[in-house]
């Protein structure tokens, strides 16, 4: 895989859909300014870009030995959420976040006999149970309505790293292939700040940015490697339909 290239690639393709859905409905939304919905149930849809932040013992010793950094970890996010209303400008969220980031990583220092990297893949794959707040900050009249939110997040997660690795522990060093797998459960939190745009009476597009915080400590087959951290930042954008 490519690194930086391609984490600045997404991200522009990402920012060019969120602008893009704020010139599509920004005309549509302006004919029902002053108009506010009465349906009290919505669902929300996202799909966005997340990066991990990568601020632990097991990231750390990763960018020293291996190739590459925790944002090359960078991909696709996926969400759903159902909402309700409590009551004006305030909604209930609940809903889940998936997320599966792959990166092929060498050895910085290593090659084998014959000159070639010692590689393996690298993937992490999280899904969440989400829980918050979101509140509006203008009514849902308006052709644009700002929101914030705040929630805590139930973090399922799994790393695997697949492919040749290097035995330090044998004189001289062997290069042998194998698989490696951890998994658990962690809690967390998550911060949101957006943008919804109406563009009818039941249907709005909405654009927003997310920072995913959790974190747990490894076991199984990496016991030994500290604290993973599974936090990090999701730009999405989405469509929301109230019922």
Known sequence: MGGQPMSRSKTMWVGAALLGLGLAAAPASAQYYGYRPAAENGLRIRLGLFTPEGGSAYWDEKSRDFTGEPDDFEDVSFGIEYQRELMPMLHLLLGGTFFEGVHDQSYRDFEDERGRPISHTASLETASFDAGLRLDLAPGGTPLVPYIGAGGKLVSWTLIEDGDFIDFSTSPPEIFTDLFEAEGTATGYFLLLGVEVPV???????????????????????????ELDLSGRELAAGVSWRF
């Open 200 to 226: 009818g009476r039941s249907f709005s597009f909405f654009a927003e940015g997310r920072w995913h915080e959790a974190s747990d400590d490894l076991a199984d087959d990496f016991e030994d490697f500290g």
